[in-house]
């Protein structure tokens, strides 16, 4: 059989294994598979349950949006979260199905969002964060239908992919698994969330910010415990800093729970750590400070792999297992609780972007690779099993570019990790065009998955670059603090240095160079562009230009955090004045291409668009693409027929810049 280049069409031909969970006997397990409707224009997602020995059942199928899906204690019944994406009303509730397969059936029936839950150990009740949603007449909650008004009255009051943020707080709230009948545990103006269970099912964990000024102490986070009636709650005395992720060690003592300390430091060099704390206070012991690695981690894909993921206790409370990562992978480590040792237990040269454990060892893992787009895995006994393939028949009909790594020395001698794809049909004497793409955060990193854009820029004819440079997480915390308060210096050596390395490869036309990046990736673009002409065209999407007005998108007020603080503050306007791109515009010399959704709340609109008249008021060769109702997460999350027409123009304006 010939095989056949990747295409931008190939994004309705794959399935992508999502969350999962394993039986509590270990020999089940339970996922979500979602793929891309062209027609519908919309995602779905199905259950399915796959034995240890391979066999695969299709629990649920059709036009579904199944999420959460979870394993009752006693192995009766599967969970899951599952919201109608074809009504007007996104109804969302939880619903049960027999484990062993059968009907499901709605549990609840409410009007509200479920976030997290856990099952009580007896399986008589679920706990989950909940946010009840009041209505309203003039608050239309239909979807695509504008409301009458917003009100807003705190500053926190949009967040990318959501939209205009409800009044409403979540809090707990414990489920009857018999009768479906809802009570609700906290209360207060704060919101509670991430809730787990003691072994013995008679105390709930739960992070919340409840001091009073929160806005302006957004990630002093505190843990706190309550009684499964909802009596008896206090506070578990902790350094302040951002918590997420509590869980009970088996005895019910302990809980761990992922966090650092310095929460006025927001924007993420700053590693994560797993602690150890008493149920009842005492010292937090970090328990990983000598890996210099943060948890969880986050490998940037137009895939989607990002699942949440909780630490995990061994049964016999020795070790915890969790996800980092490290060099362009993310690996499962596990910890030893009393020798404060990590080790890496699976994950070389992969993304594993979920993993459950039944505390005896053995391991669900999904991950993905750059020649698989996501499957799962057994890890029992220190071997390996994998259990599904998923797109098999696709990747074996198809030419993949598989990446060469590419190591170099960038600011300050530091090693700087990056991997170069050629075109898979690639013929040796031969020059080609080169794009460089920058990734996002800017503390994030690229890494060992599949990544569709580039697989269809190298499947055009492009040999495509991509790196971690200084910022770039999984390489300690120096490495990614060098950017602190430094956007665009380091990392900017690190680029050019790499480009000025590939343009000596034989296989490369110099004088054929494009650069692109969304994010941080579009902000360094422009930055790039406004400070050399070494490039012959570049793509922009998602982007920063204005420092300043940079203040006016979803989590803005948390800038003087990142740098010197507020703008209008004692000599800083001249400071983020002179980091913002749009400052350099009338050195923009390489043609533009501006992509840019009018829904996106964390890069908002007018950040393109002042760019772009700039430029259009100096004469440069410039375009504008603008996506109507779509988020900052486009390429991974937005509508399947935009995401495809964005790959078009991307193809698009780099044939006519590059291949001139």
């Given amino acids: 059989m010939k095989k056949r280049l990747v295409s931008i069409q190939d994004l309705y031909r794959m399935k992508f294994l999502r969350e999962i969970t394993l039986s509590p006997c270990g020999t089940k397990v339970a996922f979500t598979v979602e793929w891309l409707d062209k027609k519908k224009n919309k995602y779905y997602s199905n259950l399915y349950v796959v034995s240890t020995k391979g066999t695969l059942r299709h629990y ?21 979260i599952l919201t109608d994406p074809d009504k007007k009303k996104r109804k969302q509730n939880l619903w049960l199905i027999p484990s062993d397969g059968g ?5 609840t029936d409410v009007d509200g969002m479920f976030g ?3 099952w009580a150990p007896d399986s008589k009740d679920i706990v989950c964060e909940y946010m009840h949603i009041q209505k309203d007449k003039d608050r239309e909650p239909e979807r695509d239908k504008p409301p009458l008004y917003y009100h807003h009255r705190e500053m926190w009051y949009k967040l990318d992919g959501k939209g205009m943020l409800p009044d409403e707080k979540p809090h707990i709230w414990r489920v009857n698994v018999r009768s479906g009948a809802m009570k609700q545990l906290t209360f207060g103006e704060h919101g509670d969330g991430s809730p787990a269970l003691s072994a013995d099912g008679k105390w709930i964990v739960f992070v919340s910010n409840r001091q009073s000024n929160w806005l302006k102490k957004f990630l002093h986070q505190d843990l706190y415990v309550i009684r499964m009636d909802g009596k008896k709650e206090h506070r578990i005395k902790t350094p302040a800093g951002p918590k997420s992720s509590p869980v009970f060690s088996p005895e019910g003592s302990s809980i761990c729970y992922v966090g650092r300390e310095r929460p006025d430091e927001w924007f993420g060099w700053l590693n994560d750590y797993l602690y150890l704390v008493g149920r009842d206070g005492g010292k937090p012991v970090n328990l990983t400070r000598r890996l210099d690695r943060s948890v969880p981690g986050y490998i940037i894909d137009d ?13 016999d409370g020795r070790f915890v297992y969790y996800i980092v990562s490290d060099r362009g992978d993310s690996k499962l480590f596990a910890v030893d609780i009393a020798k404060h040792k990590t080790v890496t237990l699976w994950g070389e040269d992969r993304v594993v972007y979920a993993f459950d454990h039944d505390g005896k060892g053995t391991f669900a893992i999904a991950a993905a690779d750059p020649g698989d787009t996501g499957n799962l895995y057994l890890i029992k006994e220190k071997k390996c099993a994998r259990l599904t393939k998923f797109n098999q028949q696709y990747l074996t009909s198809r030419r993949l570019a598989r990446p060469e790594e590419f190591t170099f020395r960038g600011d300050g001698g530091d090693m700087v990790q990056g991997w170069i794809l050629k075109p898979p049909n690639f013929r040796k004497g031969r020059k080609y065009p080169l ?15 599949l990544f569709h854009e580039f697989q269809v820029l190298a499947a055009a004819g492009y040999v495509v670059f991509y790196s971690n440079p200084h910022g770039s997480i999984g390489y300690g915390e120096r490495y990614a603090r060098a950017l602190h308060n430094r956007w665009g210096i380091p990392d900017t050596k690190d680029i050019l240095k790499a480009v000025s390395l590939l343009r000596k490869k034989t296989y490369i036309d110099k004088k054929r160079v494009g650069i692109m990046g969304g994010s941080y990736g579009g902000y360094m673009t422009n930055w790039i562009i406004g400070h050399t002409n070494t490039f012959k065209a570049a793509i922009t999407m998602r982007s920063v230009v204005n420092m300043i007005s940079f203040f006016s998108n979803d989590f803005g007020w948390g800038f003087p955090w990142e740098f010197k603080g ?25 043609p533009l291409l501006i992509i840019h959704s009018e829904q996106d709340h964390r890069c908002p609109i007018g950040q393109a668009e002042e760019l772009f008249v700039a430029l259009k008021l100096l004469g440069r060769e410039v375009e504008m693409v603008r996506f109507p109702a779509e988020p900052h997460g486009l390429s991974r999350h937005g509508s ?15 044939d006519r810049h590059l291949k001139k």
């Fill in 303 to 315: 895939l989607g792999h990002y699942a949440e993921n909780r630490p995990v206790f061994s049964e």
């Fill in 103 to 107: 009907e499901a059936f709605a549990l």
């Fill in 566 to 590: 507020n703008w209008w503050d004692r000599n800083n306007y001249s400071f983020y004045w002179n980091m913002s791109p749009l400052k350099y515009v009338q050195n923009i010399k390489t």
């Fill in 116 to 118: 997290t839950y856990v």
């Fill in 435 to 449: 794009i460089v793409q920058i990734h996002g955060g800017p503390y994030a990193a690229y890494g060992n998955s």
């Fill in 60 to 80: 649920i199928r059709g036009k579904k949006d199944i999420k959460r899906p979870q394993w009752s204690p006693d192995g009766a019944w599967i969970s899951f």
């Fill in 640 to 654: 399947p027929r935009r995401r495809e027409k964005r790959l078009e123009f991307i193809v698009n304006f780099m």
